[in-house]
């Protein structure tokens, strides 16, 4: 691990008007790992765990707002979230272990980077880790990557869970910038595609802090999430999928695992009414999986049948 300096903000004011090139943290459960492998180098650390960030809220309009350090766990506890938010609760505690639960925030588990192997293999080339270097894991194993959303500089795939639930609830992220102006930025705009930048995976700006995730009314309807993964625990999604299903037939789905974000096509959800097959052939056009991950697409539709023979049931 390369040296650091450390300061514990004060407020969220000191947090953002902090020096250039520095870091948040809160949990550390991803970025402790990444300075250990030298892959994220920060020269400065700003500990942001005693700011007013941990509270869940209710709003006027019926909506929820989450702190961005409110803990995996408290999240997925919360009775609101339990009551109106299923999917997400589910989609929490199907993430990691109760041990990374109890200390990942809300913030951080949108921020994790991703787990392609080639990433943390500091002696392969890794566009993400060193822009325009290349891919090592084009042409290597790519089993659990991505299959669609992808392009010729990154075929990695996002890890996250939370994220697909929050993506299927058309979730909201807040923000303050280091000049103290703050912002909302659509989940489904949260995490970028790789594109020609890879190394470039959300749109904050430097220094700019996530302060809370904002949930819409409740979307009613039977909330399913199915991770399907090589363990029955610790282990990241091959394929999940999170629905949202009406009585009348219609409904929201996004699938993980799969793409470099959380993949959501609302086109494709009008398909629900015709079954998974038709879903899944709407929500993978143009999908580019390899000789070793071209499962994953059968695979999500079989994952959504199960979804959705339980949320008719």
Known sequence: MQPFTYERAASLEAAVATRPGARFIAGGTNLLDLMKFQIETPAHLVDIRHLPLRAIEDLPDGGLRI???????????????????????????????????????????????NRCPYFYETSLPCNKRRPGSGCAAIGGITRGLAVVGTSPHCIA????????GLRVLDAAV????????????AIGDFHRLPGDRPEIEHPL????LVTAVTLPPPPGGTHRYHKVRDRASYA????????????????RVAFGGVAPRPWRVEDAEARLPDGPAAVVKAAFEGATPTAENAFKIPLAERALALALSEGRA
Do not use: W
Not at 80 to 103: F, P, S
Not at 157 to 164: K, L, R, T
Not at 240 to 246: D, T
């Open 236 to 251: 990241f999604a091959l394929v999940s999928v999170a629905l949202v299903l009406q009585k009348d037939g219609t409904g």
């Open 157 to 164: 795939q996002n890890p996250g869970d939370m994220a697909v």
């Open 67 to 113: 702190g961005a350090l409110a803990t995996n766990t408290e999240v997925a506890a919360h009775p609101r979230v339990k009551r109106d938010y299923a999917i997400l609760a589910r989609a929490i505690v199907a993430g990691a272990t109760g041990q990374l639960r109890n200390k990942a925030t809300t913030a951080g588990n949108l921020l994790q980077r």
């Open 205 to 208: 700006e430097p220094g700019e």
């Open 174 to 185: 807040e923000t303050m910038r280091p000049d103290g102006s703050q912002r909302r930025i």
